[in-house]
C-alpha cells in the first residue's frame, strides 16, 4: 500500500510538473503556426527566401522584423501633427463603417487601456452577476436610457463584461444602479486582470503602478 501511495504521489507530481510544459509547447506551436500562415504571403510576395539563403524561418523572421520596425514607425508618426492629423482622417474614415466601427473602437479601447492610462471606459464595477452573491467583473462604459430607468425604477448604468482571458470580447448589459458597486481598480489593472484569468496577482505579471490599488487578497508586507 506504501508503495502504490508513493508511485502516485510521484506521478501526480510529475504530471504537474510537465503537463504544464507540454500545454505550453502545443500552445506556442500553435501560435507559431499561426503566424507563419500570416507571414507566407508576405515572404512570398516580397520574396525574401531569396535573401535568406531559401530558408524559410530566417524569412519569416526577417518579415516579422520589418513589420514591428514598420509599426514603430507608424507609432512615431501617430504622435507627431502630421501624424495626428493623417491619422484623425483615418479614424472618421472608420466612424462610417457601422460594424467595422464597433469592433475596431473595443480592440482599440482595449489596448489603449493596456499600455495608456487614459482610457475611453468610465470606471471599474463589481455586478452581482449572473446571480446574488456572485460577483463579476465589468467596465462602466456610460448611462443607460431614460426609459430603461423607468422601466427599473432606479437609474441604469451600461456594463461591458469583459471575457477572460480576451477582454476584446465581451457582452454590453444594462444595470440597475443599486447592483452597481464601484471597484478601486483602474482600468488596466482590471484588464490585466481578466488577461491572466486571475491566476497570478503578482506586480510582476499585473504590473500595478504606486497609484493603483492592491487587488484583493493582497495584504501589504509587514517590515521587519
Given at each position: 500500500m506504501r508503495i502504490k501511495t508513493s508511485l502516485k504521489s510521484n506521478f501526480t507530481a510529475g504530471l504537474v510538473l510537465v503537463g504544464p510544459l507540454v500545454?505550453?509547447?502545443v500552445i506556442?506551436?500553435?501560435?507559431?503556426g499561426w503566424l507563419g500562415g500570416l507571414l507566407d504571403p508576405i515572404v512570398d510576395g516580397t520574396r525574401l527566401a531569396t535573401q535568406?539563403?531559401?530558408s524559410t524561418i530566417l524569412a519569416q523572421l526577417l518579415a516579422l522584423a520589418i513589420i514591428a520596425a514598420l509599426v514603430t514607425v507608424l507609432g512615431f508618426l501617430a504622435q507627431q501633427s502630421v501624424g495626428k492629423h493623417i491619422f484623425g482622417r483615418t479614424g472618421r474614415l472608420v466612424a462610417f463603417l457601422p460594424v467595422f466601427r464597433t469592433i475596431y473602437g473595443s480592440v482599440r479601447g482595449m489596448a489603449s487601456s493596456v499600455?495608456?492610462?487614459?482610457?475611453d471606459f468610465e470606471s471599474?464595477?463589481?455586478?452581482e452577476y449572473p446571480r446574488d452573491g456572485v460577483y463579476r467583473l465589468?467596465?462602466?462604459t456610460g448611462d443607460s436610457p431614460d426609459d430603461l430607468a423607468e422601466l427599473a425604477g432606479e437609474d441604469a448604468h451600461n456594463v461591458f463584461f469583459p471575457g477572460s482571458p480576451n477582454p476584446t470580447q465581451g457582452s454590453l448589459i444594462l444595470v440597475p444602479d443599486s447592483r452597481v458597486h464601484d471597484s478601486e481598480l483602474s482600468v488596466r489593472a482590471a484588464i490585466r486582470l481578466l488577461m491572466t484569468t486571475g491566476m497570478d496577482q503578482s506586480d510582476s505579471v499585473i504590473e500595478l503602478d504606486d497609484d493603483e490599488v492592491v487587488l484583493p487578497g493582497?495584504?501589504?508586507?509587514?517590515?521587519d
Open positions: 500545454v505550453t509547447l506556442l506551436r500553435t501560435l507559431m535568406t539563403g531559401d499600455v495608456n492610462r487614459s482610457s471599474v464595477v463589481y455586478v465589468g467596465l462602466k493582497d495584504r501589504p508586507e509587514s517590515a
